[in-house]
């Protein structure tokens, strides 16, 4: 007897609880602000609400979102809060999480472009619009001999550059053989930490890594970049990879591109660029002189899910030569194989990057900059600039507090001038009071506060509010002492 049980939702009903979802995220937004940003649960607080086992029996939507009102929700600091100044932004918009919805409805696996050619040939075409916003050269456009694709973070990103910059420097025998020969890489002392475990994975280890020291603006000094090229060079050693930033995660420090490039044009090093947030800046005239020297790069990454509005993960890696990329880490097993493959008239975006399979990114992507069109992508980051500037000029002209980098963007680094333990103390009262949340890094030694602003709907009340609340914040330490 056939078996007409079935335990799958309904189109009808997942209509109503679509529906009904829709509603409860546009209510969390309205009353975003209503939660302390930072959550302010303990350690195995929410596990220790969770049962132990699974569920037998089927559950209702009903009871499966009450739970996410008392047991999840508190556990959530909230990153698209108006008063989310941490790390960096990470965020997103309605566009977004409507393209993203759409991407899940569909359920595409993106893997070859014979497995849905509007997942590849959409990203194709949205990546070259990029490409134009940020006035990139013809080299990384899918009309050139480069292109670009859609990773999920600036780490696999920069790990694709490691492993095809290895490749071409081994003349492609690593891949067959293991043997790395005497790789040396470069990076900055404040390049991110991805880099370093993309040097670990590749395989070539964080003793070739070397650590270029930074000038006063805590940006890579290419004189003692070469110097090291030419010791590596001396003692029989195989320089092959530079990573330069714009816009460091600690200090949003800018590297000189230019001269970076020419060095590693000089000894034949793959250049790779790291703009993970700052590159979005670039979309607006006045700010593309940061990317001045791109043209002389292998490659070059940034981050829509971090300041364009595009809900994480999206990254955007361009690369100026892709036969390298796809020598690389292209694998054509016979289950793979297709007519569109082997007519070579297509992207098979699976040899690309890591991965096999991959999502249809592009649509938020798309969905982003359609809704808001490039002079609206252009106002809003130039919105968070100018309220950054703004909070920079109250830090450099109160008598308490100091600027302790350059802020060329939307992040000001700055400090209270009582020393480290003051502003430890000070930033762990903030953020523990749930009206703001923000975050330190550490420079020349330094305890140092870090405020990034670049949440989609923060405005300048948010932030003249946030500047209020430290200043408050610190005379009440003051006042106890």
């Not at 003349?171 to 670990?200: C, F, P």
């Not at 000038?215 to 990879?241: C, Y």
Request: glycine share 6%.
């Amino acid at each position: 007897m056939e078996n007409t049980q079935n335990y799958h939702m309904s189109p009808n009903e997942f209509r109503k609880q679509g529906k009904l979802m829709i509603d409860w995220i546009a209510d969390y937004y309205e009353n975003i602000e209503k939660y302390p940003v930072l959550s302010q649960v303990k350690p195995g607080e929410i596990k220790n609400q969770l049962p132990d086992a699974p569920p037998a029996e089927s559950e209702s939507m009903e009871q499966i979102m009450a739970d996410v009102n008392s047991i999840i929700l508190p556990g959530i600091t909230h990153w698209q809060s108006p008063n989310f100044f941490a790390y960096f932004p990470s965020n997103s918009s309605g566009p977004s999480v409507l393209g993203d919805l759409l991407s899940s409805g569909l359920g595409v696996q993106g893997m070859l472009w014979a497995t849905s050619p509007a997942c590849t040939e959409l990203e194709t075409q949205v990546l070259d619009w990029l490409a134009e916003m940020l006035q990139l050269p013809e080299k990384f456009r899918s009309t050139s001999v480069g292109g670009a694709v859609i990773q999920d973070t600036a780490s696999s990103a920069a790990l694709s550059a490691v492993l095809a910059a290895r490749e071409r420097k081994t003349n492609y025998q690593t891949n067959d053989s293991g043997n790395l020969g005497n790789l040396v890489a470069y990076i900055s002392s404040h390049t991110h930490s991805s880099v370093e475990k993309a040097i670990k994975i590749a395989g070539i280890g964080k003793n070739n890594l070397r650590l270029v020291e930074v000038d006063e603006n805590l940006a890579m000094r290419p004189d003692l970049l070469e110097t090291a090229i030419k010791n590596d060079v001396q003692n029989g050693l195989i320089p092959f990879f530079v990573c330069a930033t714009v816009g460091t995660t600690s200090t949003n420090a800018m590297d000189p591109l230019p001269e970076i490039g020419k060095i590693c044009q000089k000894y034949e090093l793959w250049m790779h660029i790291d703009a993970a947030m700052s590159g979005t800046a670039a979309i607006c005239p006045e700010y593309r002189y940061l990317l001045n020297g791109v043209e002389l790069a292998d490659s070059f990454s940034f981050n829509p899910h971090k300041w364009m509005f595009t809900n994480f993960d999206c990254n955007c890696f361009f690369v100026a030569d892709r036969s390298v990329l796809i020598k690389t880490l292209s694998i054509l097993p016979e289950y793979l194989k297709n007519q569109a493959t082997e007519s070579g008239a297509v992207f098979d975006y699976r040899d690309w990057h890591i991965q096999l399979g991959r999502r249809f990114r592009s649509l938020k992507l798309w969905f982003v900059i359609r809704h808001y069109g490039v002079n609206g992508l252009r106002y809003h980051i130039q919105q968070h600039i100018n309220m950054a500037q703004q909070f920079a000029e109250w830090v450099r002209t109160s008598a308490d507090f100091e600027l302790i980098a350059p802020a060329p963007l939307n992040l000001v680094c700055f400090a209270h001038k009582k020393g480290d333990d003051f502003n430890k103390k000070l930033l762990e009262a903030i953020n523990n009071q749930g009206k703001m949340y923000f975050t330190h890094t550490v420079i020349n030694g330094r305890y140092v506060l870090r405020m990034c602003i670049g949440q989609t709907n923060t405005e300048s009340s948010h932030v003249i509010q946030a500047w209020e609340i430290i200043q408050e914040t610190a005379k009440e330490l003051i006042s106890k002492e």
